[in-house]
């Protein structure tokens, strides 16, 4: 089945530093692609998505673009603070058998940002 | 605009008990979703409802169950509750079935502890 997988964490930065956070996906079909960010003792945000090959989602700063070539969708930060720190998982749209539609996962990644 | 609400946010049982959680969607949201959260399995789909209806499934044993009302309010309940069912459950809400080209709303969660 289709599959997510992220870089290892925790990835500890300096409030200011650039970010990035690897995702590559396997996939039979042309999945919608995902961030999603969970601060800590809540559920997940939707932080942005894209839809279709080269598409570049967008939000509060962060950006990933849908690359089918590399089968990848990096999520980036020019200058993260330290209210960025969370885990952020990357996801993909999965058809299923059925026809309908349900996410797969990454396994999540912590990012710390110290002052 | 009320997000989705889960209750209760906390929860501990005994092996061997059942326990029901409940979902909220956001207000015009017809779609809810249940994903299981734990740190060795990551998050992991549990199933879908639309319209009074499951319309898919994930890979877990038939002690997990759903129901979905008419307000499209959802409840889950787990039976004869074993240790490895301690995790998070969240519940997500969507417009329409399927998360493709919308993404999820996620509620808080209820985290189940099994003793």
């Known amino acids: 089945g289709d599959s997510v997988t992220q870089m290892e964490g925790p990835v500890t930065l300096s409030e200011e530093a650039f970010l990035t956070i690897n995702c590559t996906y396997t996939a039979t079909g042309y999945p919608s692609l995902f961030w999603y960010v969970q601060y800590p003792g809540e559920g997940l945000q939707l932080l942005l998505k894209?839809?279709?090959?080269?598409d570049k989602g967008s939000n509060k700063g962060f950006e990933a673009t849908y690359r089918k070539e590399t089968t990848s969708f990096h999520l980036e930060k020019g200058s993260v603070q330290v209210s960025d720190s969370a885990v952020y998982f990357c996801a993909l749209s999965d058809r299923m058998n059925t026809g309908f539609q349900k996410l797969v996962f990454g396994t999540g990644t912590r990012l710390l940002v110290s002052p | 605009k009320a997000g989705v609400t889960q209750t209760p946010r906390y929860l501990i049982k005994t092996r061997g008990q059942q326990v029901t959680l409940s979902c909220s969607p956001i207000s015009g949201h017809r779609s809810v979703s249940w994903y299981q959260q734990t740190p060795g399995q990551g998050l992991q789909f549990l199933f879908e409802?639309?319209?009074?209806?499951?319309?898919n499934k994930g890979n877990f044993p038939g002690r997990f169950s759903g129901r979905q009302f008419s307000n499209s309010r959802s409840e889950m309940n787990v039976s004869t509750l074993e240790l490895g069912d301690s995790a998070l459950y969240l519940c997500?809400?969507?417009?329409?079935?399927?998360?493709?080209?919308?993404?999820?709303?996620f509620g808080s969660g209820t985290r189940l502890t099994v003793v």
């Open positions: 997500a809400s969507s417009p329409r079935q399927g998360a493709g080209l919308y993404g999820y709303t």
């Open positions: 409802y639309f319209s009074e209806t499951q319309r």
């Open positions: 894209a839809t279709k090959a080269d």
